[in-house]
Nanobody, 125 residues
Framework: HVQLVESGGGSVQAGGSLRLTCAAS????????MGWFRQAPGKEREGVAT????????YYADSVKGRFTISYDNAARTMYLQMTNLKPEDTAMYYC???????????????????WGQGTQVTVS
């Protein structure tokens, strides 16, 4: 049974930075297609960034390219999202997800991911 636990959210001013962490636990977890998603009030959940952990390929939404960096520490079984130059429109609940299918094709599609964390709030003012 795999569990994902996010942390690192908070409130920052525009232009600030945050680093989100997603810790994975479970005997059978070996990493795969893992991603960060976000959902703002009244909006659909959207893909932010995804990493294919075996090969290290990364995928980013256009809105965060150049500002966010996704990474994965295999030894620690932990995924990170370094967010810089944050904007008010980045305000949302951020979720990590794992078990994605066909990473290169469906990296931004929530329905393609099997395992989800509980979310961590990011507020940019």
């Amino acid at each position: 049974h795999v569990q994902l636990v996010e942390s690192g959210g908070g409130s920052v001013q525009a232009g600030g930075s945050l680093r989100l962490t997603c810790a994975a636990s479970g005997d059978t977890f070996s990493g795969n297609c893992m991603g960060w998603f976000r959902q703002a009030p009244g909006k659909e959940r959207e893909g932010v960034a995804t990493v294919y952990t075996p090969g290290g390929s990364t995928y980013y939404a256009d809105s965060v390219k150049g500002r966010f960096t996704i990474s994965y520490d295999n030894a620690a079984r932990t995924m990170y999202l370094q967010m810089t130059n944050l904007k008010p429109e980045d305000t949302a609940m951020y979720y990590c997800a794992a078990g994605g299918r066909v990473c290169s094709l469906w990296w931004s599609q929530p329905v393609a991911f099997r395992i989800w964390g509980q979310g961590t709030q990011v507020t940019v003012s």
